[in-house]
C-alpha cells in the first residue's frame, strides 16, 4: 500500500512562502502522476495541481497560476509544492494524490496523504 507523508505546512503572513513536501518511504513514484489538492473551510476538496510521470504540469486552480510551483524529484521518491504571495484565502488542509493520470477530480486519486494545515494571516 503506498502511503504518502506530507510536511511542511504551518502559519505564515499574507505575502510569505511556503514549501510543502510529499514523501513515499519506500515507494517509487516514477509511474505515478503526482498531484496535491486542498480543501479551505466550508468548500469541497478541489485540484491544485498536477506534475505527469511522462513530464509536463497541470494547474486547475486559476488562483494560484503564477504563485504556487509544483515539482518533482523521482530519485528522492518526493513531490514538492512552492507556494509563493501566499493569500489568506489559500488557508486550508493541502492534500498529496497519486494517479494513474492527472485529472484534477477526487474521484480519480488512488493514493491520499494524511493532509498538511496551512494558515495565511496576519
Known amino acids: 500500500q503506498l502511503q504518502l507523508v506530507e510536511s511542511g505546512g504551518g502559519l505564515v503572513q499574507p505575502g510569505g512562502s511556503l514549501k510543502l513536501s510529499c514523501a513515499a518511504p519506500?515507494?517509487?513514484?516514477?509511474?505515478?502522476?503526482m498531484g496535491w489538492f486542498r480543501q479551505v473551510p466550508g468548500k469541497e476538496r478541489e485540484g491544485v495541481s498536477c506534475s505527469r510521470s511522462s513530464g509536463g504540469v497541470t494547474h486547475y486552480a486559476d488562483s494560484v497560476k503564477g504563485r504556487f510551483t509544483i515539482s518533482r524529484d523521482n530519485a528522492k521518491n518526493t513531490v514538492y509544492l512552492q507556494m509563493n504571495s501566499l493569500k489568506p484565502e489559500d488557508t486550508g488542509v493541502y492534500y498529496c494524490?497519486?494517479?494513474?493520470?492527472?485529472?484534477?477530480?477526487?474521484?480519480?486519486?488512488?493514493?491520499w496523504g494524511q493532509g498538511t494545515q496551512v494558515t495565511v494571516s496576519s
Open positions: 519506500g515507494f517509487t513514484l516514477d509511474h505515478y502522476d
Open positions: 494524490a497519486a494517479s494513474i493520470k492527472c485529472s484534477g477530480y477526487v474521484s480519480a486519486v488512488d493514493y
